[in-house]
């Protein structure tokens, strides 16, 4: 059976590298699913895969987006699944389309009374920052966390679980308009980097103590500065390099100030302990049915116009999170 997908057969910018055409539907093996597409969550990462720009580059061609929310069409042997259920899952490739391959190991069930738009959304960022915040920084009630971007998805994510795991938390953003979204996930203070230091405001804010952790998705000279508002004992999360440049720090500083420089891979938790997974979405279910958590959604596109839902991304028009549905 055929089906609408976007393909990519050279790596490149989305505008250039992607075409709408008709392909063959897949088939689903044992485990997996075939499930028809309902809502798709776009994602940063969407766009340096296109490119081949990302740490993962799928074999040409191929059909791109990593996450979605879909009804069941065609279960698995194997799969535990039946027709009409309601599934998220981290795809890795192919959700840029009419119908998927929900694998298993990357799919969880929807709970009753979360909306497909919430659903696509909501898998990435919130499992990244709980594996950020929970368990690699191991963020404590009354702590200082420092969240940079914080209004976009993974920002306005972390903001959310750091006010659940009972933080303070000091936001940056870029315009006005962005500081007040941070504020409604629940931002304690929002600092304007473009127009203010944000370093010397957390130490202003802190009594010259400093942020406990600092969430950082931007790199380059954000993670710069973050080191010279980092607290005794500090710990700086490396999630990811929107600015386009990966920062180095010298190790001396790194002594000096008694801090930690840690890394997230969320992706490879699948690969060395998908127990966690499983723990941290149960977990993350719990905060969304006590309303402490929910995906800040910026517009709906359909997937046709997916380059124009790209192009917000790109030019850092969007906040929070962008949903396309075929």
């Known amino acids: ?114 909306s497909s738009e919430d659903a696509a959304a909501f898998q990435m960022i919130y499992q990244t920052s709980y594996f950020g915040l929970a368990v690699r920084a191991n963020l404590q009630p009354g702590e200082v966390l420092l969240v940079h971007g914080g209004a976009g998805g993974v920002g306005t994510s972390a903001i959310q679980l750091g006010k659940a795991l009972g933080a303070m938390v000091i936001a940056t953003a870029g315009t006005e308009a962005k500081m007040e979204i941070c504020r409604q996930c629940g931002a304690d203070h929002v600092v304007n980097y473009a127009t203010d230091d944000f370093a010397e405001v957390v130490k202003d804010l802190t009594k010259g103590n400093g942020a406990d952790v600092v969430y950082d998705p931007v790199g380059g000279d954000v ?23 990966i920062p180095e720090i010298r190790t001396n500083r790194i002594l000096l100030k008694n801090m930690s420089v840690v890394g997230l891979h969320w992706g490879a938790y699948r690969i060395h302990e998908p127990h966690l997974i499983d723990e941290a979405q149960e977990t993350l279910y719990d905060f969304y049915r006590d309303g402490k958590i929910k995906p800040v959604i910026y517009n709906e596109y359909a997937l046709t116009d997916l380059s124009d839902a790209l192009d917000a991304i790109e030019q850092r028009r969007s906040y929070g999170k962008i949903v396309v549905k075929p």
């Open 1 to 114: 059976m055929k089906m609408h997908a976007w393909q990519v057969e050279e790596f490149g910018h989305y505008h250039d590298a992607m075409e709408w055409r008709e392909t063959d539907r897949p088939t689903p093996n044992g485990s997996d699913a075939l499930v028809k597409v309902d809502a798709i969550g776009l994602n940063f990462p969407d766009i340096l895969m296109i490119a081949g720009k990302y740490q993962v580059r799928p074999p040409l061609p191929f059909v791109p987006g990593t996450e979605l929310m879909g009804t069941v069409v065609e279960p698995g042997s194997d799969s535990g699944l039946a027709e009409g259920d309601r599934v998220m899952a981290m795809c890795g490739v192919g959700a840029f389309a009419e119908y998927c391959i929900a694998p298993e190991g990357a799919r969880f069930s929807v709970p009753e009374g979360m």
């Open 223 to 245: 993670f710069d500065k973050s080191t010279k508002c980092i607290a005794w004992n500090g710990r700086i999360l490396v999630i990811g390099f929107t600015s386009g440049r």
